[in-house]
């Protein structure tokens, strides 16, 4: 039966569990994960005054890096993709955010201009605060407004939810019979296996075995069936959230799939 058997952390950055779950089923989930949720990005830039220490194509780049946080899941599944909106991929609110920024520096210090600084027309869809995005001098003004857009990470990075994500094996070990299980203790680079002062071999710690294979003259190292699955979100979604929004977008793919199936019709 497919089912989580140990969640290893769980924070807002990071979900990882041990589970039963098939390997494909787990490898669909972090193929969707990584580039088919979508998010908003800045993709369009509209400069009126630029005194900062950046150039424009710099300030474009630094814009498209920061995370624009959306209220759930719902929220951005009733935005629109710029191409499939009304508007025919012009501007409208309901298929771009528009944030604006104008800001001088009154003081005689260098003054920092983050994220935090952006103003968001949508209350569902706010930029990640206090991300860096240029300096300003002494006097020096910035003045612009950026659109942000649905998109997904297949599109363009800049949409990527996820930094990290992948699916391992754990080991399954069996050590060969009348192997020197001293030897088999301290061949593992990984410590894997525990000195026991009785018997010298105690229980091992499969999580930690990572396949380097300098073990197999004492013990058959094979793939196991718990899998680990390992999330780090980059700050539009929490991670759960995204794991639980990878899992949705699969199911709805089954379910299309198998209305396609349904109606094939066979000559
Ligand atoms: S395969 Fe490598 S890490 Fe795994 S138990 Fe053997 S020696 Fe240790
Ligand atoms: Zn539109």
């Given at each position: ?16 569990f ?49 995370p ?9 599944e ?25 800001l ?6 260098l ?21 860096k995005?240029?300096?300003l ?5 910035i ?12 599109m ?5 939810s ?9 080991a399954?070990?069996?050590p ?16 894997v296996f525990?000195?026991?002062?009785e ?6 710690d ?11 003259e ?5 793939d ?19 794991f ?13 799939l198998k ?8 000559l």
């Amino acid at each position: 039966m497919n089912k989580i058997v140990k969640i290893k952390v769980c924070k807002n950055e990071e979900f990882s569990f041990i589970s039963t779950f098939r390997l494909d089923l787990l490898n669909a989930l972090r193929r969707i994960a990584i580039s088919e949720v979508p998010t908003i990005g800045i993709e369009k830039l509209q400069i009126r005054k630029n005194e900062s220490n950046a150039n424009d194509l710099f300030l474009s780049h630094r814009l498209a890096q920061i995370p624009i946080q959306s209220s759930g899941y719902n929220t951005i599944e009733g935005f629109n993709y710029p191409s499939d909106c009304v508007c025919e991929s012009s501007i409208c609110e309901k298929c771009a955010v528009i944030f604006t920024l104008s800001l001088t520096n009154n003081t005689t210090m260098l003054l920092d201009v983050s994220s935090s600084n952006l103003k968001s027309n949508s209350k569902d869809h706010k930029p990640m605060p206090g991300i860096k995005i240029t300096t300003l001098g002494s006097g020096k003004s910035i003045e612009f407004m950026c659109y942000g857009r649905k998109g997904i990470g297949k599109m363009h990075a800049k949409w990527q939810s996820t930094t990290i994500c992948t699916v391992t094996s754990i080991a399954k070990i069996t050590p060969k019979e009348k192997c020197d299980l001293v030897k088999l203790v301290e061949v593992c680079p990984r410590k894997v296996f525990k000195h026991d002062d009785e018997t010298n071999f105690g229980l091992p710690d499969i999580e930690e075995c990572d396949f380097c294979g300098k073990c197999q003259e004492f013990a058959e190292v094979e793939d196991g069936d718990l899998h680990v699955f390992t999330l780090e979100a980059c700050g539009q979604f929490k991670a759960l959230e995204l794991f639980l929004l990878a899992v949705r977008l699969l199911k709805n793919k089954c379910k299309e799939l198998k209305g396609g199936v349904d109606e094939l019709i066979i000559l």
